[in-house]
């Protein structure tokens, strides 16, 4: 099976501006959850989808949103970047079968998004 | 939050020696895993053990979990310059409808040749 694809793999964006990372899950995957990687606060859960609803969500401002289709590829978006959104983004799927265990999560290459 | 606290934050041993990292977390989990991070990419899950477990095995990977201290232990064997990487743990809050993993801020493991 193919592995969690994320795309792009880099991207410079200026303050101010938005962006939209995409992920595409492992096939038959119906969760998908995103993390942010910075060195300063290590990884940090965003949000989870599955079954195109938002499940959880992390402590991120409103700015931060996602959405997943009805082929489990999730999209995020951050609005009005910040120069502290300057991070790896990674994406995550796993199939999750039971409300609240976490079952093992395939993540992709990340995204790594500089905001100048 | 932080949930799982990794020790040491780096660790630097020889090719052919054994490397040890323990984790400390904070709430009951239901499972607790590791993760390999290989300089800035996507994590590579190297193992899940679940909460009435305390011991699995996984080629040169041996990992222990001890509930009661609320702690883990990943033990590599025989490592290899391929070894070198951060590596994480990672848990699922137990009782809750959470569905994320806590990281902890990883073990810097580097391996020399």
């Known amino acids: 099976k193919a592995g969690v694809t994320q795309t792009p793999r880099y991207l410079i964006k200026t303050r101010g501006q938005q962006v939209t990372l995409s992920c595409s899950p492992i096939?038959?995957?119906?969760?998908v959850s995103w993390y942010q990687q910075t060195p300063g606060q290590g990884l940090q859960f965003l949000f989870e989808?599955?079954?195109?609803?938002?499940?959880n969500k992390g402590n991120f401002p409103g700015r931060f949103s996602g959405r997943q289709f009805s082929n489990s590829r999730s999209e995020m978006n951050v609005s009005t970047l910040e120069l502290g959104d300057s991070a790896l983004y990674l994406c995550?799927?796993?199939?999750?079968?039971?409300?609240?265990?976490?079952?093992?999560?395939?993540f992709g290459p990340g995204t790594r998004l500089l905001v100048l | 939050s932080q949930q799982g606290e990794e020790d040491p934050q780096a660790l630097s041993i020889q090719e052919g020696e054994n490397a040890t990292m323990n984790c400390s977390y904070k709430?009951?989990?239901?499972?607790l895993q590791w993760y390999r991070q290989n300089s800035g990419r996507g994590l590579v899950h190297l193992i899940l053990?679940?909460?009435?477990?305390r011991e699995k095995h996984s080629g040169r990977l041996r990992v222990t979990l001890d509930t009661s201290k609320k702690s883990s232990s990943l033990l590599i064997t025989a490592s290899r310059a391929a070894d070198t990487a951060s590596y994480f743990c990672?848990?699922?809050?137990?009782?809750?409808?959470?569905?994320?993993?806590?990281f902890g801020k990883g073990t810097k493991l580097s391996v020399k040749p």
């Open positions: 053990i679940r909460s009435n477990e």
């Open positions: 096939s038959g995957h119906r969760s």
């Open positions: 709430t009951s989990i239901n499972n």
């Open positions: 989808y599955f079954s195109e609803t938002q499940r």
């Open positions: 995550a799927s796993s199939l999750r079968y039971t409300v609240g265990v976490v079952e093992t999560q395939y």
């Open positions: 990672a848990t699922d809050e137990a009782g809750g409808s959470q569905g994320n993993l806590i």
